[in-house]
């Protein structure tokens, strides 16, 4: 059944997966994915603080919640958050978010995604920002988007440079309460029609334009 609040009826669809709207139905489909855990014991920390994956469960999955409804209830002209489930073959197996500041001004935007352990390695990561990036760009006409990860983190470092991206320097932050560098990415409109997809559709853009003051 179709929301009556326009960003909660958005969907972005390639051939591999759909970004869902995060709708409360879709989260709790997702907790037993947090429950598990996101973070892999032993690998370097994918998050900077604060970060409500790191917690222990059942707090995880309750400050998890928690911060999506807040980031969902705070959608503005100069801020908005879109929160979506990645869901593979139907199933939930992750998030990943669009993020903008002053957008009719600016038209910039920057990602944040994370997927289960179990699904990785399989070119969902690259699919899922592939799907966020058309919405941004084909959707929403935007004129540059932006995403960083820690030096450390490979995986995502490689998605950012996959689909068009280009190093953009490099900042500080803390995962744990503890400093690690930051690698910054940039990908301009020109770069992404460069390598633009034709089999990414959209929906409920038009009807999610004035709550995002478009």
Known sequence: MASTYPPLNLAVRTPRITLAAATDA?????VPVVRAGVVTEGGPLPFDDPMSLYEQSP??????????WSGRAR?????WRLYFVVCDGGEPVGMQDLIANDFADLGTVHTFSWLAPGVRGRGL????????????????????ASSDAFIDNEASNRVSEAVGYTRNGTDWATRRGEPCLLQRWRLTRAAWQERRRTDITLSGVEECKPVLGL
Do not use: C, Y
Not at 26 to 30: A, G
Not at 59 to 68: C, F, K, L, V
């Open 125 to 144: 990561g690259k699919e899922s920002r592939a799907a966020i990036l058309h919405l941004a760009f084909e959707g929403f006409g935007a004129r540059e």
């Open 59 to 68: 707090a995880r999955e309750w400050q998890w919640m928690r911060r999506i």
């Open 75 to 79: 959608v503005e002209a100069d801020f």
């Open 26 to 30: 879709m989260l709790e489909r997702l």
